[in-house]
């Protein structure tokens, strides 16, 4: 024993001195030793986990809230579009063209509600459609719209280059209901629809005539809340929204960078 003591001590130094300490010192630094890991766990580990635990069910608590918003939105835009004043409206119109013997006329009317309601109905649920359709939809619409006005002028332009895009089912339509809903029917009224779509970059540009002592909701109607909404939720920095009003002018500004 005494030459396995002389050759640890000869050889470990540091070893032999600790093996000396009586064993309730030995403990006792253990303990120490495992307290200051212990408290390293508790004061640094676990408050970091709780940190991330927290920010991960945020984000899970964001995007579970951001699809619920997304459905009650769609919700909404879908009412606001398929309203019984639209209906009323243009089936009145279709009564006037058959009374007036305008058969033809009546006839194609019929045919663009019946695709309009079609698409409303059956395509405004999916996430995106082709830019094209779109389109197609805005004319329908503005024809729609446009035959029972006696006075009011209709300019709608609408251009695209070459390449296939998408958009948003019904995103502009409100905007355009709008216009129609409020405008004046005088003489001396426009309603002016623009829109271009050109490397990547959608601008959209809508403007109506109104009278100030009728009209006090244009800005502030469930349509437009939805195509705000509906831009953020699409598009988030990605684009432009202004809407302006000189000498009871109304118009609305909306430019999208397309992917």
């Avoid at 019929?110 to 359709?133: C, H, I, K, Q, W």
């Avoid at 709008?178 to 809508?206: E, G, H, P, W």
């Avoid at 988030?236 to 302006?244: D, K, M």
């Amino acid at each position: 024993d005494k030459e396995w003591s002389r050759l640890v001590q000869a050889n470990a130094p540091d070893y032999f001195r600790y093996l000396q300490q009586p064993f309730l010192g030995i403990m006792l630094s253990r303990v120490l030793s495992l307290g200051i890991v212990y408290a390293l766990v508790i004061n640094t580990l676990i408050p970091l986990f709780i940190r991330i635990m927290i920010a991960y069910n945020r984000e899970q608590l964001q995007t579970m809230e951001l699809a619920r918003q997304n459905v009650q939105l769609e919700f909404n835009f879908l009412k606001s579009q398929v309203n019984p004043h639209f209906l009323h409206n243009t089936l009145n119109n279709i009564y006037s063209l058959i009374i007036h013997d305008k058969k033809t006329e009546a006839a194609g009317t019929v045919a663009r509600l019946s695709a309009f309601m079609r698409y409303s109905m059956n395509d405004a649920g999916t996430e995106n459609m082709p830019a094209a359709r779109e389109v197609q939809l805005m004319q329908d619409y503005i024809e729609l719209e446009r035959i029972r006005l006696n006075y009011a002028t209709v300019q709608a332009q609408f251009e695209m280059d070459d390449t296939v895009y998408t958009l948003p089912p019904l995103l502009l339509i409100p905007v355009i209901e709008n216009a129609f809903k409020y405008s004046t029917d005088q003489k001396d009224a426009v309603i002016s629809i623009n829109f271009v779509i050109n490397k990547k970059r959608l601008s959209f540009d809508c403007q109506n005539n109104f009278d100030p002592d009728v009209t006090t909701h244009l800005q502030h109607g469930i349509g437009i809340a939805n195509v705000k909404k509906r831009l953020d939720q699409y598009y988030a920095q990605g684009y432009s929204y202004t809407e302006t009003t000189v000498n009871n002018v109304y118009s609305v500004n909306i430019s999208i960078d397309l992917l």
